[in-house]
């Protein structure tokens, strides 16, 4: 586990982050915790990652506008599904919580929900966890620090990965092979090494998933563009990103960017940064 902490006049942010345990893996990818502090209002993007997002908040309410949202909404404790464009979250500028990166087969296990119904949509957390809702978050509020706190989310999703449902065999594995190689195979011919048509496996694909297969090999492939362009040292090397993530040439990464990102590649790090 790892903190770190700031503080910049009134202002201050503790962040810590951690990896769930071996039993927890599949379904959970990192927890961390935060706690911030400030006087003024802090907005933020939130960019298509591949990945289910699960927010228990112990303090104020956060404004979310998702992709199928007419304006904004304020949650507290809440799911954000797959999405495929830009998802926007602001605050006051004082925030608690935990944050849970769920897979998508994680999720499934978690909520036992189709997954289409979480699909480019925020929704309340005590609706999809029923009465083990507040349980958890007694028990979250009840630890000793973020190690403790760690090790409850590890206790409470350890039950769901025995006990949770399962995507069908050949969803689970398309869904590891799209995530092994960044969304860059050819669909065609993983489906045909399913045995089912490309039309029944799209069709369980989403449903388990969120997304279809092609369209989850899109934000895939953008999600390694973001990770190594944030690895990269200057914009001259956006070409280079591009060619190495599989885009067909500059223009069809700027593209990709505006549709899954809601701007440039060049936009988005100046932001970034």
């Known amino acids: 586990m790892s903190v770190l902490r700031s503080e910049s006049g009134e202002s201050s942010l503790e962040m810590a982050a951690g ?13 961390a915790g935060y706690a911030e502090r400030g006087d003024v209002p802090v907005r ?12 228990v908040s112990f303090g104020p309410s956060v404004r979310v506008a998702t992709p199928e949202s007419d304006g904004s909404a304020s949650v507290c404790s809440f799911v954000a599904g797959l999405h495929d464009a830009p998802a926007f979250t602001e605050h006051d500028g004082v925030q608690d919580g935990l944050q849970v990166d769920l897979t998508p087969v994680g999720a499934y296990a978690v909520f036992g929900v189709p997954m289409t119904e979480l ?24 630890a000793s620090g973020w190690e403790q706190r760690f090790g409850v989310l590890d206790e409470e999703l350890s039950v769901a990965a025995v006990n949770g449902p399962r995507p069908a065999p050949e969803v689970g594995w398309l869904w590891h092979e799209l995530a092994r190689d960044a969304g860059t195979s050819s669909i065609g011919a993983l489906a045909e ?9 799209a069709a369980r694909f989403r449903r388990e998933i969120g997304l279809g297969p092609k369209a989850l090999a899109r934000v895939l492939r953008f999600r390694r563009a ?39 590649p060049r936009e988005f790090l100046a932001a970034d940064r």
């Open 19 to 31: 990896r769930p345990a071996p039993a927890v893996a599949p379904l959970a990818v990192r927890y």
């Open 119 to 142: 699909t480019n949509r925020v929704v309340a957390l005590d609706g999809l966890l029923g009465r083990n809702f507040e349980r958890l978050v007694d028990r979250l509020l009840g």
């Open 226 to 264: 973001v990770r190594t362009l944030r690895d990269a040292s200057g914009a001259g090397t956006l070409a280079a990103v591009a060619a190495e993530c599989g885009y067909y040439d500059q223009a069809h990464f700027n593209r990709e960017f505006r549709a899954l990102a809601g701007c440039t």
């Open 193 to 201: 090494e399913t045995g089912w048509s490309r039309r029944h496996l």
């Open 44 to 55: 933020r993007r939130e960019v298509p990652n591949g990945g289910v997002t699960m927010i």
